[in-house]
């Protein structure tokens, strides 16, 4: 079974404060994701990352970036956290294989991130 | 630019009660795939089902039918006999085939409670 670890499920921060939420995947997949989830609002993609050292800005990048250094590892960085960052954010992953679009992606259980 | 519209937002129900979960989707691309997922309360979400656009046959996993119909673009999901259990967020996902975008698309979710 594929295993989608996030490093935290609960974390509390300050304004102000660089954050860091770390996804580790075991399965050798290419494709990693990070999403916030909002009530109300869904799933939103912040970044995608095809493969090691790349990344793609997804619906709402702004106030974020990513690390892909290693294929197992993908990193989201709040430079600056502001309270609008108050969520729940889910990080997953998906072979990339033929047509990759047709492969589910896996998630993590989520990190609820609070900025007070 | 691909759509997935979740309409209901919440849905309560009865133990033993059948309940629908629509999933209308937008797409120009011919080739396809319709994903739907299963997030209960501890946060992780869980791949239920994959269909292709070629593929219209109706699917049936224990209490589970998948009804997808290109006619309406539609691919609803059906619980017989519902049970506490199924309380969860389920979302509907699209991600289109070669040539379209590989970042697949959620709806917003639709939260099913079932009381005992």
């Known amino acids: 079974d594929v295993k989608v670890t996030q490093s935290s499920r609960y974390l509390v921060k300050r304004t102000g404060e660089k954050v860091f939420l770390e996804c580790v995947q075991d399965m050798d997949h290419e494709n990693m994701f990070w999403y916030r989830q909002d009530p109300g609002l869904g799933l939103r993609l912040i970044y995608f990352s095809y493969d090691v050292k790349m990344k793609e800005k997804g619906d709402i990048p702004e106030g974020y970036s990513v690390s892909r250094e290693k294929k197992e590892r993908f990193s989201l960085i709040l430079e600056s956290a502001s309270t609008n960052q108050t969520s729940m954010y889910l990080c997953?992953?998906?072979?990339?294989?033929?047509?990759?679009?047709?492969?589910?992606?896996?998630f993590g259980d989520g990190t609820r991130l609070s900025i007070l | 630019a691909q759509k997935v519209t979740q309409a209901q937002t919440e849905i309560s129900v009865v133990e033993k009660e059948d309940v629908t979960l629509d999933c209308v989707y937008e797409t120009r691309d011919t080739t396809y795939y319709l994903f739907w997922y299963k997030q209960p309360p501890s946060g992780e979400l869980v791949f239920l089902i994959r269909r292709n656009s070629f593929d219209e046959q109706n699917e049936i996993s224990g209490r589970y039918s998948w009804n997808f119909q290109k006619s309406t673009s539609s691919f609803n999901f059906t619980i017989t006999a519902s049970q506490v259990v199924d309380s969860a967020v389920y979302f509907c996902?699209?991600?289109?085939?070669?040539?379209?975008?590989?970042?697949?698309?959620f709806g917003r979710g639709t939260s099913l409670i079932v009381h005992p």
């Open positions: 997953a992953s998906r072979l990339a294989q033929g047509d990759y679009s047709n492969q589910p992606q896996h």
């Open positions: 996902a699209l991600s289109e085939g070669t040539g379209g975008s590989y970042i697949p698309t």
